[in-house]
T-cell receptor, first 113, second 109 residues
Framework: DTEVTQTPKHLVMGMTNKKSLKCEQH?????MYWYKQKAKKPPELMFV???????INESVPSRFSPECPNSSLLNLHLHALQPEDSALYLC????????????FGPGTRLTVL | GQQVMQIPQYQHVQEGEDFTTYCNSS?????IQWYKQRPGGHPVFLIQ?????EVKKQKRLTFQFGEAKKNSSLHITATQTTDVGTYFC?????????FGKGTLLTVNP
């Protein structure tokens, strides 16, 4: 199974809402990533987990809170977001190290009203 | 952090024409990866180059890594409408790779 799944596909939320994005992979990868992608831009790295531990936080605002409950799951908890946070949120996984091929999920398209 | 510059930003071709996108860095790259993202889709890994001067082929796609490991190119021979999408390079050090800005390829049938 070489698939990364993400739920939901689309999410619309208000600035006072709390929501979570979910990502799952069953390839045995020990590195998992969250990216944010705005239209016509490249993906921007947000967080990296290695062996279920947060290893990189690219100075992401605290309204984004990642969580890695186990080696197959990655969550992104959202709270008090701003309209400019509207974007495609991509999850990816790889064998350890960013040097390795990354497998991306289909993404969650988030709209913040 | 280390950046990779990618050109052109956009390329429109007639079906059957060739296409090339280039990535350049001011510093030596440990490796470079190429991804393709179809419109409305997600990035899909195409290939990774590691060795100086490396050339790899996948059917109509040819990938090159420069001798100095500071530049790379992706060349598509005889484009087809299925080649439409944004092609990203991703390069950097062993610890951190960053995406280039991408080249959006459109193909007129």
């Amino acid at each position: 199974d070489t698939e990364v799944t993400q739920t939901p596909k689309h999410l619309v939320m208000g600035m006072t809402n709390k929501k979570s994005l979910k990502c799952e992979q069953h390839m045995g990868h020990r590195a998992m990533y969250w990216y944010k992608q705005k239209a016509k831009k490249p993906p921007e790295l947000m967080f990296v987990y290695s062996y279920e531990k947060l290893s990189i936080n690219e100075s992401v605002p605290s309204r984004f809170s990642p969580e890695c409950p186990n080696s197959s799951l990655l969550n992104l908890h959202l709270h008090a977001l701003q309209p400019e946070d509207s974007a495609l949120y991509l999850c990816a996984s790889s064998r350890l190290g960013q040097n390795n091929e990354q497998f991306f999920g289909p993404g969650t398209r988030l709209t913040v009203l | 952090g280390q950046q990779v510059m990618q050109i052109p930003q956009y390329q429109h071709v007639q079906e059957g024409e060739d296409f090339t996108t280039y990535c350049n860095s001011s510093t030596t790259l440990s490796n470079i990866q190429w991804y393709k993202q179809r419109p409305g889709g997600h990035p899909v890994f195409l290939i990774q180059l590691v060795k100086s001067g490396e050339v790899k082929k996948q059917k109509r796609l040819t990938f090159q890594f420069g001798e100095a490991k500071k530049n790379s190119s992706l060349h598509i021979t005889a484009t087809q409408t299925t080649d439409v999408g944004t092609y990203f390079c991703k390069g950097g050090s062993n610890y951190k790779l960053t995406f280039g800005k991408g080249t959006l390829l459109t193909v007129n049938p």
